[in-house]
């Protein structure tokens, strides 16, 4: 007894439209609150006291919480007892044919004409070119109906619903979004799903390699497209996929969809050449984001760039002429017990100049000032000039600075280029000075070897949201844009007495038949 009231308490409208406003509501907050993201996130955007109310309530990762699977249960559940039971009655009115409502019903259409015997002939043979469809009744009467496949939409919409709940919880209880980051040549079978601050790995019925990536910059440096030759080989022996991936262009397979989101430095080797303030310099390998040390100074190379570009002006208007490519250019951090930690950029065409880190974004990249040196590194013998003057007191003149070189230093130049090169000297000893550098950095050379991020979103319930949302529509149209219209005629006297009724628009239904009988 009990399980029979519940299940009537399931068939009726109102409980299946509250679930739905239900569903509707977490999917809304699914949709706007960012899913799986990092704790991290959750709590610089919200605040620790909201992180925790997301994370209870599994708002985080909705579509997988277990009260939004049951949800979509009971709602599989209500419009299923729904079918059984209004359904039925639907069907059976599609199937016979349409009866003469009683006089008392009759009484009440607001449609009622009397026409004579040649005059209603007329009209209901128009009325059937008309589309009308006409059905003998008792008495000789007639009953016309227009729009009766409205009554399909009933079904078209519930039916929707059963198959966008179905997709729903295949969704939510065996589909997944990760993520893999493919190196140039390099081929996974797994991604890794992240959650909350960690994650797991998911192997895949199937192979991804990099088989190629390209990239290409604006004039002013930033990036202009990036493109993945992608190769999917499934493990079941099946013929390979081949495609060249950009943003927006899926590579599907069966219920999986592989799109390409971002990319990154897989550990390009990087040639740097280490000049220190005291001493002689040496070279540096190392990777990006790997660490090199030289004696107490710590370099990390944090990111590479392909194309590195600043504006060119005019010399004498100060109008801006474009972009300068200065070439590829690196991003490291120096670290010295003794000196305070610094971020620079070393462009490879222009050594003589650096980048000096203003700030760091809120996305963790870095807003650079190019200076000036004056004088590259690379140098010897200009910076061994240089060596000598960071030696001296900030306030020496550059007189002094040059009295005080021993001559050794000034043989590389004639006498008339000295004064020149201890005045670039002076200047880029003055600089480092004021930037409090162990030394400077240069980039000699750089192997860019580039990773692909690609989403794999595995998604069973794909197809059943399409059908769904395809029936959804074409229920919801019959419904709402189809006006279900009912003619009677009913002998009277030598003619006949209409009575017209219609679900929506009865005055629409008046119009017609006035324009049917001129």
């Known amino acids: 007894m009990l399980g029979r009231r519940w299940l009537q308490l399931l068939g009726q409208m109102s409980t299946a439209v509250t679930l739905l406003a239900v569903v509707a509501a977490a999917s809304v907050v699914g949709t706007v609150l960012l899913q799986q993201q990092p704790v991290a996130h959750y709590q610089q955007t919200f605040g620790p006291f909201w992180t925790q109310v997301f994370q209870h309530f599994s708002l985080t990762a909705v579509y997988h919480a277990w009260w939004y699977l049951a949800l979509l249960l009971v709602v599989l559940v209500a419009v299923v007892v729904c079918l059984s039971t209004n359904g039925r009655v639907y069907w059976r009115q599609l199937q016979q044919p349409p009866m003469l409502p009683l006089p008392g019903v009759l009484a009440r259409w607001p449609l009622q004409q009397v026409y004579s015997a040649r005059a209603g002939a007329r009209l209901r043979q128009r009325l059937a070119h008309a589309g009308w469809q006409w059905h003998p009744g008792p008495g000789g009467s007639w009953v016309a109906v227009c729009g009766g496949y409205r009554r399909w939409g009933y079904f078209a919409a519930h039916i929707s619903v059963v198959l966008l709940t179905i997709g729903g919880l295949l969704t939510g209880c065996v589909g997944f979004r990760g993520i893999v980051h493919l190196p140039q040549g390099a081929g996974l079978d797994a991604v890794w799903l992240p959650q909350g601050d960690g994650g797991q790995a ?86 990006v984001h790997q660490t090199a040390q030289v004696g107490a100074t710590t370099i990390q190379v944090l990111d590479a760039h392909a194309h590195e570009s600043r504006p060119r ?63 590259s590194p690379t140098d010897a013998a200009a910076w061994a000039v240089v060596q000598h003057l960071v030696q001296l007191p900030a306030d020496t003149s550059a007189q002094a600075a040059l009295a005080s070189l021993p001559p050794a230093l000034l043989t590389p130049w004639p006498p008339r280029a000295r004064a020149a090169v201890v005045l670039q000297a002076w200047q880029a000893a003055a600089v480092l000075k004021t930037l409090d550098w162990p030394g400077v950095p240069v980039l000699q050379a750089w192997d ?57 628009d009865p005055e629409a239904l008046e119009e017609h038949i006035r324009a049917l009988s001129r």
């Open 313 to 375: 002006f005019d010399p004498i208007s100060g109008a801006r002429l474009g972009w300068h490519d200065v070439g590829p250019a690196v991003d490291v951090q120096l670290t010295h017990p003794a000196h305070p930690g610094q971020v620079v950029r070393l462009y490879q065409r222009t050594p003589d100049v650096v980048g000096v880190a203003t700030r760091q974004r809120a996305d963790g990249s870095y807003a650079f000032v190019p200076v000036a040196l004056g004088v």
């Open 202 to 287: 998911k192997v895949l019925p199937f192979t991804l390699t990099n088989q190629g990536f390209q990239l290409t910059a604006h004039a002013d440096g930033t990036p202009a497209d990036f493109v993945t030759e992608v190769v999917l080989q499934p493990k079941d022996g099946s013929a390979a996929l081949r495609q060249f991936m950009r943003v927006n262009t899926p590579l599907g397979w069966g219920a999986y969809q592989v799109y390409q989101s971002s990319y990154g430095d897989a550990g390009s080797p990087v040639t740097l050449h280490w000049q220190p303030l005291v001493g002689a310099g040496q070279k540096v390998q190392t990777q």
């Open 448 to 504: 860019p070897r580039y990773y692909t991020a690609l989403q794999v979103a595995y998604d069973p319930g794909f197809w059943w949201f399409i059908s769904g949302s395809i029936l959804l529509i074409l229920g919801v149209g019959l419904m709402v844009y189809v006006d279900q219209r009912r003619l009677c005629w009913v002998p009277h006297g030598q003619g006949w007495h209409l009575y017209g009724d219609a679900l929506r």
